[in-house]
């Protein structure tokens, strides 16, 4: 699988991490445009990279994925420091960018390239991402069951250099494209904001997922 470094966050480049103090998580969200800069913002976050998971086809294209015979979905592979931001914290960042009752794709996206999943790489990261869907539903905050599936992490492609850091690269567009697809005035209407209130791993292991926390 080839190396990705673009997107690297500062802070986690000025402190030094080792390959043994590092983790994965992998998380599909619909268009991966918008899925980086949501996780870029925290600290602890050391890169997130934009590609493909979960299908047959190794090396997929973008064409390809997108024509829905890979099996493949577009994802974000995010390299983040435990000892700065748990898992918890990262699970709570991705409910609160998707629709998770969604089983056809996101917002504008339609089709099974663009549906959700959580991809865990351990135990821990399933119990965890099982623990914080089981609080996203009982919580109230979305009329419709949870469809979003919790699966085994697979061969991660990274996506075309293009799409790398999108929303750095192409502001006006990223912008324009989150209002024209929806997916702004979805979070604004379920969370308030994209964002949880604290980078501190919450005791519950599940974030403020009461209804119209913010």
Same mark, same amino acid.
């Given at each position: ?23 994965? &998580? ?108 089981? &609080? ?16 085994? &992490? ?61």
């Amino acid at each position: 699988m080839q190396q990705h470094s673009a997107g690297t966050n500062d802070a986690g480049r000025e402190m030094g991490q080792s390959p043994h103090s590092v983790e994965k &998580a992998t998380f599909a969200g619909g268009c991966f445009w918008c899925m980086v800069k949501p996780f870029h913002e925290w600290p602890g976050v050391i890169d997130v990279v934009s590609g493909y998971t979960g299908g047959h086809k190794p090396n997929p294209t973008y064409e390809e994925v997108c024509s829905g015979t890979t099996g493949h979905v577009e994802a974000v592979e995010i390299t983040y420091d435990p000892s700065v931001i748990s898992y918890e914290t990262i699970l709570d960042v991705f409910w609160r960018q998707i629709d998770p009752t969604d089983p056809n794709g996101q917002f504008y996206d339609r089709g099974p390239s663009y549906r959700t999943a959580i991809f865990y790489h351990s135990q821990a990261q399933k119990e965890a991402a099982e623990r914080s869907l089981q &609080a996203l539903q009982e919580s109230g905050r979305f009329d419709k069951p949870i469809v979003t599936p919790i699966l085994p &992490a697979a061969p991660f492609y990274p996506a075309e250099e293009y799409h790398q850091d999108f929303y750095q690269k192409n502001p006006a567009h990223y912008e324009a494209y989150r209002r024209g697809s929806g997916r702004d005035a979805f979070i604004r209407r379920h969370w308030g904001s994209s964002q949880p209130d604290s980078a501190s791993p919450p005791s519950h292991g599940t974030g403020d997922l009461t209804p119209g926390a913010s």
